[in-house]
């Protein structure tokens, strides 16, 4: 196989290919639309592609390198195909002038080349991108708690939405989400790896926020990877505690396995850029374009994240593969195998 694949025993999808698109079409239509309800986001247009040299693009954990190419017309300039707009939304909150309080959110389409297609992962990713323009004090974990529950009341009203329409599928998601720091995770499980000390936090309590993404912990090493420029995880939140950013997390009794829904949180400003450039050796970002602006106090502060379109409408529906709900390019192998195994992808 050209990455490791889950097949679950008997599997058989619970709605047809069919009612599978039927079901995706109301789904996105539902939680686009409560989300920005909820939050007082307003859609806004976002591009495919962006100018290398801007910074704008997202590097992720700063080792995947995005698909470019140089457009005809414009020489010496080279564009690359987004891997999120992590940066790009800050940047428009700025500039569109969002009001405190409101915030933009968008449908972003991105390649990502260098991913391991599996279960869970494409080379093609689609996701809301959202940003929200907040004051000052509410540069805290309290304010991003607030966020995530808005987030997840979002996700339990889409769940009973498909219930209603698919009594074959029950809701299983928890009344409430659990929150818990990388920290606590790391002291309770220290022989286990951050992916499976996720999948027992995550098994026991059906939906949980990490919080503190980036920062090394008490181990050394940090739970997961995350770029220097967007997420603030150095900010102590407590005594010896790190970090105002974090995952969404689900138990995904299909696969049998932890499942991140959403990255997110509350954004650097300029000393946490400059702190958090230097703990990551990338001080040579302060010349790009976006890092200007933002050292500049050209952006206001804001709390932002991405939420898979695919891997939700894959949770909701009950499926095996993230292909069984996306339309996407995978290796013969995987084609294959997921046959043999009542997995059909699109």
Known sequence: MSAEHYFPKNYKSLLSLEETEKAIAEIKNFFQTYMSAQLKLRRVTAPLFLESKTGLNDDLNGIEK??????????????????????????????????????????????????????????YVDQWDWEMAIKQENRNIDFLKKIVKKIYATM????????????????????????????????????????????????????????GIGGNLSDGKPHDGRAPDYDDWSTPTSKDQKGLNGDIILWNPVLERTFEISSMGIRVNAEVLEKQLKIKGAEDRKELLFHKRLLNGDFPDSVGGGIGQSRLCMFFLRKAHIGEVQSSLWPEDVINNCKKNNIYLM
Request: aromatic share 12%; proline share 8%; glycine share 6%.
């Open 156 to 211: 339990l009203a889409t769940e009973f939405l498909v219930y209603e329409s698919y009594p074959e599928i029950k809701p299983i998601l928890p009344e409430d989400i659990t929150f818990i720091h990388s920290e606590e995770l790391c002291r309770k499980y220290p022989d286990l790896s951050p992916c499976q000390r996720e999948s027992e936090v995550a098994k026991e309590f059906g939906a949980v926020f990490i919080i």
């Open 66 to 123: 995005p698909v470019s190419f140089k457009p005809l017309g414009m020489e010496g300039v080279t564009a690359e195909i987004v891997q999120s707009l992590a940066k790009w939304k800050r940047m428009m909150l700025g500039d569109y002038k969002i009001d405190l309080g409101y915030g933009i959110f968008t449908d972003m389409n991105a390649i990502r080349p260098d991913e391991e297609p599996d279960n869970l992962h494409s080379y």
